[in-house]
């Protein structure tokens, strides 16, 4: 009986193997223009919004601390892509502590100075198609991959926001999901 069900899972998994080989993936055929215009059509380019000097939050403005490093570690998820700078989550869920303190060192740096490195500004993007006519742009969907640090810093201050706003009781109960 086992012998039998070992013959049919390999069996099936053959066939699987045969039917998406021969399977065509969707070619992105859209010209990189087109890109441009489409998203500059969704998304156009916003105003720097004005800066507010002496605003000051301790619970927001404070330096980011080795707890909060590494509960935010610890929330990394494993297997996922990591961004353009290649570096995964496992990368700084196996950082020693020395190289956790240097991290911290950064982290801080560009908390205190408000300058995010360029290389955040950067993603890796995919598009993936739905359905409907390939030449249209609204019929994929776009995947993007930001570098893992840039991760780690914004999940520090999300954590850091989320806690000041319900302490603060900024959030009506009623909103309770999209937070």
Same mark, same amino acid.
């Given at each position: 009986m086992i012998k039998h069900k070992k013959q049919a899972y390999k069996k099936n998994f053959w066939?699987?193997?045969?039917?998406?080989?021969?399977?065509?993936?969707?070619?992105?055929?859209?010209? !990189?223009?087109?890109?441009?215009?489409?998203?500059?059509?969704? @998304?156009?380019?916003?105003?720097?919004?004005?800066?507010?000097?002496?605003?000051?939050?301790?619970?927001?403005?404070?330096?980011?601390? @080795?707890?909060? &490093?590494?509960?935010?570690?610890?929330?990394?998820?494993?297997?996922?892509?990591?961004?353009?700078?290649?570096?995964?989550?496992?990368?700084?869920?196996?950082?020693?502590?020395? =190289?956790?303190?240097?991290? &911290?060192?950064?982290?801080?740096?560009?908390?205190? =100075? !408000?300058?995010?490195p360029q290389d955040w500004s950067l993603s890796s993007t995919t598009m993936l198609y739905k359905k409907g006519p390939q030449d249209n742009p609204a019929n994929y969907r776009p995947i993007t991959l930001l570098n893992c640090s840039l991760k780690l810093f914004t999940q520090i201050i999300c954590e850091r926001l989320t806690t000041w706003a319900e302490e603060n009781h900024l959030i009506s109960e009623e909103q309770a999901g999209f937070r």
């Open positions: 066939a699987a193997v045969r039917y998406h080989k021969h399977s065509q993936s969707s070619i992105n055929i859209v010209k !990189e223009e087109k890109w441009k215009a489409f998203y500059n059509n969704i @998304m156009p380019v916003r105003n720097k919004s004005k800066s507010y000097f002496d605003v000051r939050y301790p619970q927001l403005d404070s330096k980011i601390t @080795m707890k909060e &490093l590494e509960d935010s570690i610890r929330k990394l998820k494993a297997n996922k892509s990591p961004g353009p700078d290649s570096i995964s989550n496992e990368f700084y869920k196996n950082l020693s502590a020395e =190289s956790r303190t240097c991290l &911290l060192k950064v982290l801080n740096h560009i908390l205190d =100075s !408000e300058c995010i």
